[in-house]
């Protein structure tokens, strides 16, 4: 795991999901972010969700992405 770690750093990502408590070491992350998290998730799951992005029935990827636009337009209402 702490190679997955590594990379994350070296490519200049933070980490946010802290370690399992079986750990002997602990490693640091930021609490803030962590809690905030979950609203990325959270519409990625509803992206996916939609039939027509799960299925990816637009098979080009202009047409792929207007779906998923007018998809993330409607979040906002």
Not at 52 to 76: E, M, N, P, Q
Request: net charge positive; glycine share 4%; hydrophobic share 40%.
């Amino acid at each position: 795991m702490n190679q997955i770690v590594d990379i994350a750093h070296a490519g200049g990502s933070k980490v946010v999901i802290p370690s399992k408590r079986s750990r002997t070491e602990a490693r640091s992350y930021d609490t803030e972010l962590y809690k905030e998290h979950h609203l990325i998730e959270h519409v990625f799951r509803w992206l996916t969700q939609w039939r027509g992005s799960a299925t990816r029935y637009a098979k080009r990827a202009d047409s792929f992405l207007a779906a998923l636009s007018v998809r993330s337009i409607s979040l906002s209402f």
